[in-house]
């Protein structure tokens, strides 16, 4: 296969950021493989797939038409709104197609095995893509299936939306080696996810939870293990129990639900014991002033978050939603290998790269997307 480069928007560089994303110029080495987690990815796989969204993001008139024909199955065991419309509209913008089977009646498994739904699959679709109760669930299918397999969420990880996540934070502030982010509350699937992605891209992250409420063990030792081997200077992980210690001079601050769904039995214990974790304005107070506030969504408003947080200048809430759609439609661009198929755009006329612009804040409605 022979590889092209793929001019990216520079992105909208922050106070402190000097340096843009480069254009991606990597091999394609995603092609045919899962994303289960993140823990299967290198530096240059993440680098790969950052790239890829920004030239998605920035041309989406050069991959209409990349994925014609593929054929995306989401089976979903729990609830949602961002993740089941960002892959169908991702995928309908390239010219493919998705069907959503619902799961929260039952869950996948229960009524053949597998193996069974596996190997009925790989013979109809292109890609698979799985929000389950457990992450074996999602290992499970991607060893029998002979097509990519995705996690759309999992009990353990969260691999797509901490993809978005980062790609926000480099729109934001441009390279993200030595970024301080401060993660705060349940050292949850999202946690994982985000410190992982993090280690790879530089960034160095504080997570602050109650005790016993961190990460899990083997996802810090996981992410040791992706510091060692990574080919650039690796991002960091701290975990403490003391919020303000987290926040001090971040960032960005970043925040979730405190209960997870499966864990509504445990909500009432839960709310007191993260009430201290709450980032309101006084907890912003104490990151950079230029510090952002990011949260996966669904918010509980007046929990985990206070609304003059949510819905100040300093949050990012809704880019990191957007941005679910370009990073994911980078996923299955690379995942089927679509990427060969997209024009390079240096052979698209100046004309056409001008009319390219980052978001900016304003005080109308308007889309950031001005076609797809």
């Given at each position: 296969?022979?590889?092209?480069?793929?001019?990216?928007?520079?992105?909208?560089i922050?106070?402190?950021?000097?340096?843009?994303?480069?254009?991606?110029?990597?091999?394609?080495?995603?092609?045919?493989?899962?994303?289960?987690?993140?823990?299967?990815?290198?530096?240059?796989d993440?680098?790969?797939?950052?790239?890829?969204?920004?030239?998605?993001?920035?041309?989406?008139?050069?991959?209409?038409?990349?994925?014609?024909?593929?054929?995306?199955?989401?089976?979903?065991?729990?609830d949602?709104?961002?993740?089941?419309?960002?892959?169908?509209?991702?995928?309908?913008?390239?010219?493919?197609?998705?069907?959503?089977?619902d799961?929260?009646?039952?869950?996948?498994?229960?009524?053949?095995?597998?193996?069974?739904?596996?190997?009925n699959?790989?013979?109809?679709?292109?890609?698979?893509?799985?929000?389950?109760?457990?992450?074996?669930?999602?290992?499970?299918?991607?060893?029998?299936?002979?097509?990519?397999?995705?996690?759309?969420?999992?009990?353990?990880?969260?691999?797509?939306?901490?993809?978005?996540?980062?790609?926000?934070?480099?729109?934001?502030?441009?390279?993200?080696?030595?970024?301080?982010?401060?993660?705060?509350?349940?050292?949850?699937?999202?946690?994982?996810?985000?410190?992982?992605?993090?280690?790879?891209?530089?960034?160095?992250?504080?997570?602050?939870?109650?005790?016993?409420?961190?990460?899990?063990?083997?996802?810090?030792?996981?992410?040791?293990?992706?510091?060692?081997?990574?080919?650039?200077?690796?991002?960091?992980?701290?975990?403490?129990t003391?919020?303000?210690?987290?926040?001090?001079?971040a960032?960005?601050?970043?925040?979730d639900?405190w209960?997870?769904?499966?864990?509504?039995?445990?909500?009432?214990?839960?709310?007191?014991?993260?009430?201290?974790?709450?980032?309101?304005?006084?907890m912003?107070?104490?990151?950079?002033?230029?510090?952002?506030?990011?949260?996966?969504?669904?918010?509980?408003?007046?929990?985990?978050?206070?609304?003059?947080?949510?819905?100040?200048?300093?949050?990012?809430?809704?880019?990191?939603?957007?941005?679910?759609?370009?990073?994911?439609?980078?996923?299955?661009?690379?995942?089927?290998?679509?990427?060969?198929n997209?024009?390079?755009?240096?052979?698209?006329?100046?004309?056409?790269?001008?009319?390219?612009?980052?978001?900016?804040?304003?005080?109308?409605?308007?889309?950031?997307?001005?076609?797809f």
């Open positions: 296969m022979t590889t092209k480069s793929y001019a990216l928007r520079p992105p909208a922050g106070p402190d950021a000097s340096t843009s994303a480069p254009a991606p110029q990597l091999p394609n080495t995603l092609a045919g493989r899962d994303l289960c987690s993140i823990r299967d990815l290198s530096a240059a993440v680098r790969l797939i950052l790239d890829t969204a920004h030239a998605v993001k920035a041309h989406p008139e050069l991959y209409r038409q990349v994925l014609s024909a593929k054929q995306l199955v989401m089976f979903f065991e729990k949602s709104l961002r993740t089941r419309l960002t892959f169908e509209t991702g995928i309908n913008t390239l010219g493919g197609s998705a069907i959503f089977i799961q929260t009646a039952s869950r996948l498994g229960a009524r053949e095995t597998l193996a069974d739904v596996a190997h699959l790989e013979r109809w679709i292109d890609v698979i893509v799985l929000r389950t109760y457990s992450h074996k669930t999602i290992t499970d299918m991607a060893k029998y299936a002979r097509v990519p397999v995705v996690n759309a969420l999992s009990d353990i990880e969260h691999p797509c939306q901490a993809l978005a996540d980062i790609f926000t934070l480099e729109e934001r502030f441009g390279d993200l080696r030595g970024l301080r982010l401060a993660y705060v509350g349940d050292g949850n699937n999202v946690a994982h996810s985000q410190l992982l992605t993090a280690v790879l891209t530089g960034a160095n992250i504080t997570i602050a939870s109650p005790n016993g409420y961190g990460p899990k063990p083997e996802f810090l030792a996981a992410a040791e293990a992706l510091a060692a081997a990574a080919d650039i200077p690796a991002g960091t992980v701290t975990c403490v003391d919020p303000s210690a987290a926040v001090s001079g960032d960005a601050v970043y925040t639900a209960t997870s769904m499966g864990q509504e039995q445990e909500a009432e214990l839960r709310q007191t014991i993260f009430a201290p974790y709450q980032v309101d304005s006084k912003m107070s104490q990151a950079a002033p230029h510090a952002v506030f990011m949260h996966c969504l669904p918010a509980r408003r007046g929990n985990e978050v206070t609304d003059e947080v949510i819905d100040s200048a300093q949050s990012i809430v809704f880019d990191q939603a957007e941005n679910r759609m370009h990073v994911q439609k980078a996923i299955l661009l690379l995942l089927l290998d679509g990427i060969r997209a024009a390079p755009l240096d052979a698209v006329s100046e004309s056409r790269l001008e009319g390219v612009r980052p978001f900016t804040r304003s005080p109308r409605k308007r889309s950031t997307l001005p076609q």
